[in-house]
């Protein structure tokens, strides 16, 4: 790959009111209330990293353990290591196959891969098994397979009471066949099964499980066989309670403020927070970062990025947000270089 330069900023302290949500691992949330402070003159910040990773777009960004690791985006690269506390960037194994256009989910210590796409702009086939890296061994293996009538890649992916569940996407990479599935894969039974199917279909988004409930929020109905690959964007959230086995969908005043797809979706507290994203909009990639608060059943705006982005992921570390990589245009150039902080008291 072709090596950039890179310039480095200090980060610089900010405060941000939100209760923090602290730990994910293993898919099951973990909560601690912070207290409030004042928003005013808050923001993101480049980080001063040691290292660089390998520039990427429709990538997943994730926490497992006390790391975070930035794995697939288009063509096949190495697993990139960011370590917080010596701010630097490691190298690791590159997976067996190309995979793009995912939510990577940690479970037991080990990063899993799920509805992603593969190949080439536009017409992308879905992956037909999962991929699975272990940060420990630094090695990639390949997992069950998902059954050939289900699969699709830009979905919404997360990991609840020791399932991973697979929530709509596309079968056809941006040309069409976008779907409303939603299907669960057991753990310990080696099992998938159909679930029911939400109330829309969307792609190009990430899910997330707050207090038992699923929340597909954002994203789009990519649609090149129309030319309309970014106009189709969702501003519905639809919410599965795993209570009732049953979805929903929020009142019109609860729709994302900013229309977009691509965004990355973190948990910070009992708030959803979606950071960046693509549209019709505009050209630059969003820096909107908007907070959905579950409890209240209201949106807040929150600092923006620095740099915009989307096609990668915002992981919850340490009373911190970070973020890198992705695209900073609508589309897939050019290449965002950055890893940008945003500190949570």
């Known amino acids: 790959m072709k090596t950039q330069n890179r310039v480095f900023f200090p980060v610089v302290p900010i405060l941000l009111t939100l ?114 890296y272990d940060p420990a061994k630094d090695k990639w293996s390949t997992g069950a397979s998902i059954p050939p009538s289900r699969r699709r890649g830009g979905a919404g992916t997360v990991v609840h009471g020791g399932k991973l569940y697979l929530v709509a996407g596309i079968k056809n990479g941006h040309t069409d066949g976008w779907v409303n599935w939603f299907d669960s894969y057991d753990f310990a039974t080696d099992k998938w099964t159909a679930l029911p199917d939400a109330p829309r279909a969307r792609d190009h ?61 973190v948990i910070v507290g009992q708030s959803l927070v979606v950071v960046g994203g693509e549209s019709t909009r505009q050209l630059p990639a969003h820096t909107e970062v908007e907070a959905f608060d579950t409890i209240r059943q209201e949106w807040r705006t929150l600092p923006a990025l620095s740099e915009g982005r989307h096609g990668t992921g915002t992981v919850n570390f340490d009373g911190a947000l970070y973020t890198c990589a992705g695209a900073g245009n609508r589309g897939g150039s050019p290449l965002v270089i950055s890893i940008e902080s945003l500190k949570l008291h």
Not at 33 to 54: I, Y
């Open 19 to 132: 209760t923090l949500l602290t730990s994910q691992a293993g898919g099951q949330v973990s909560q601690s209330t912070g207290s409030a402070a004042s928003e005013t003159n808050t923001k993101w910040a480049p980080v001063n990293a040691a290292g660089r990773f390998h520039p990427r777009e429709e990538a997943s960004f994730i926490k497992c353990g006390d790391l975070m690791y930035l794995l697939g985006g288009r063509g096949i690269q190495a697993v990139d290591i960011y370590n917080p506390k010596t701010k630097s960037w490691s190298a690791g194994a590159p997976p067996p196959v190309e995979i793009h256009h995912f939510q990577a989910v940690a479970w037991k210590g080990r990063i899993y891969v799920a509805g992603a796409l593969t190949g080439v702009y536009p017409t992308e086939p879905p992956l037909g098994n999962i991929y699975i």
């Open 205 to 265: 988004f990430e899910a997330a499980v707050i207090a038992g409930k699923l929340y597909a929020v954002g994203g789009r109905r990519s649609s090149a066989v129309t030319n309309q690959v970014f106009d189709l964007t969702v501003p519905e959230i639809d919410v599965f309670d795993f209570s009732k086995s049953a979805w929903t969908t929020l009142p019109i005043k609860d729709n994302i403020p900013t229309l977009r797809a691509g965004a990355s979706t």
